[in-house]
């Protein structure tokens, strides 16, 4: 059995340079299904999900291989539109093949997605959506079949502004025919990264960024080169390891833009940082503040993603802090080991509340999902003695290598299997 191994109490000093976007990355690769040709994708982090994202692809007729850290992925062989069962169990990001299947097969077969036990995140939005596209839809034995006589824009509305399901309206209105707007849609930089792949391959995609998406259909899309945006989350999780052991540490390949909640909440917490265009800079002493109320929103709001981790720093803060889980309710189940470290949470409903202790103390944890694993790393930094971190495979999902970046900033950690 695979676990990391963490000697906990040492601050963390030195440089760090941030991997390529996980949240970004997936669907780009979902994209490329919309293709027919070789993309090469640049920056594109070597993480399981990227892995289980090339099975899929690989198994629906596509041919894959690394050149260092780029990716080339080679379209034109593609021979299905039935996604394999297994692996769409292990991510849900595989969802948003649908959309991109839609618009280059114009069918898709695939089973409801797995990937991490945080809540219900049913794919209604999506399934709602494609239907109002001129996509017919059956159910049976778990399975999802669509199929459509041509892809028709629409004004799609969607009720919440979901990431995945606005990906997948994008994904399925480029080769559409006539135009598509999405009201409400999600503004992640990730959905911007995703825009811009797809208009840098001849879509024709307007109002990114904002809460109405236009999408013109075009004919086709042609082979292109991306280089991915670096992982604003996996930024914000070394952040928050400095802002909880102390140290000084530099970010580099990351900038301030899509952190900006992040970093405004470090501050509020003691923390002194400067930013560039491409780095960051992060300086903690001693305990952090304790903060009021924090609540998760969509961007450009507090981001869900960095609930767990901010919680495990607030373990050892100065007084009482209170978090709001508004997207996913299952984000406390990581609450129970955290606990473990002797931190004082009680939950109500989707209310954390946070009482600081003076000292955490290292233990035995279990991770259950990305996030959650990564706060439990974040924990056993900053509490004394050893720690030791089972199932680290779900941070593998996320991040590329997380000892070998901690230790680059003088932590006491390794991967042990």
């Not at 990264?193 to 086709?220: Q, R």
């Not at 909640?261 to 780095?279: F, H, P």
């Not at 199932?391 to 999902?397: A, C, K, L, Q, T």
């Amino acid at each position: 059995m695979a676990f990391i191994e963490i000697i906990g109490g040492k601050q963390l000093n030195g440089e760090v340079n941030i991997q390529g976007s996980k949240n970004a990355v997936l669907p780009i690769l979902a994209a490329t299904v919309l293709i027919n040709g070789i993309v090469k994708l640049n920056n594109c982090p070597k993480i399981l999900d990227v892995f289980h994202m090339i099975k899929i692809l690989e198994a629906i007729g596509c041919n894959i291989w690394w050149e260092k850290s780029s990716l080339i992925i080679d379209t034109t062989k593609l021979n299905t539109s039935t996604v394999p069962e297994d692996y769409v169990k292990m991510m849900r990001s595989s969802i948003i093949l649908m959309g991109a299947l839609l618009g280059r097969t114009h069918s898709v077969t695939i089973t409801y997605p797995g990937g991490c036990t945080i809540g219900a995140r049913p794919i209604d939005y999506h399934l709602s959506a494609f239907q109002d596209m001129n996509v017919s839809l059956e159910e049976e034995d778990g399975l999802i079949k669509c199929t459509t006589t041509g892809i028709k824009g629409n004004d799609i509305f969607l009720k919440f502004p979901s990431v995945g399901a606005t990906e997948n309206v994008i994904l399925t209105a480029v080769l559409a025919s006539g135009k598509t707007s999405i009201i409400n849609a999600a503004k992640e930089p990730e959905i911007t990264e995703l825009c811009k792949f797809l208009n840098a391959a001849g879509a024709k995609i307007t109002g990114v960024g904002t809460e109405t998406i236009e999408i013109i259909g075009v004919d086709f899309l042609r082979p292109t080169e991306y280089t991915a945006c670096s992982d604003r989350i996996v930024a914000g999780t070394y952040l928050a390891a400095v802002a909880g052991t102390g140290g000084e540490a530099v970010l580099t390949g990351i900038g301030k833009d899509s952190l900006n909640t992040v970093i405004k909440l470090l501050r509020e917490m003691g923390c002194s940082i400067l930013t560039g265009e491409d780095y960051i800079i992060i300086a903690s002493s001693g305990r952090p503040k304790p903060i009021p109320f924090i609540r998760t929103m969509p961007y450009p709001g507090f981001p869900t993603d960095m609930q767990s981790q901010i919680m495990s720093v607030l373990m050892m803060a100065t007084g009482t802090s209170k978090i709001v889980e508004e997207i996913f309710e299952g984000r406390y189940q990581n609450v129970k080991e955290q606990i473990k470290f002797g931190a004082d949470i009680r939950i109500s409903g989707r209310e954390a509340t946070i009482y600081g202790v003076p000292t955490l103390y290292g233990c035995e944890v279990f991770a259950s999902e990305l996030r959650g694993g990564a706060a439990l790393v974040i924990a056993g930094l900053m509490a004394k003695g050893k720690t030791t971190i089972y199932n680290p495979y779900f941070i593998e999902r996320g991040y590329e290598d997380i000892c070998r970046d901690l230790r680059g900033l003088g932590a006491d950690i390794k991967m042990i299997t």
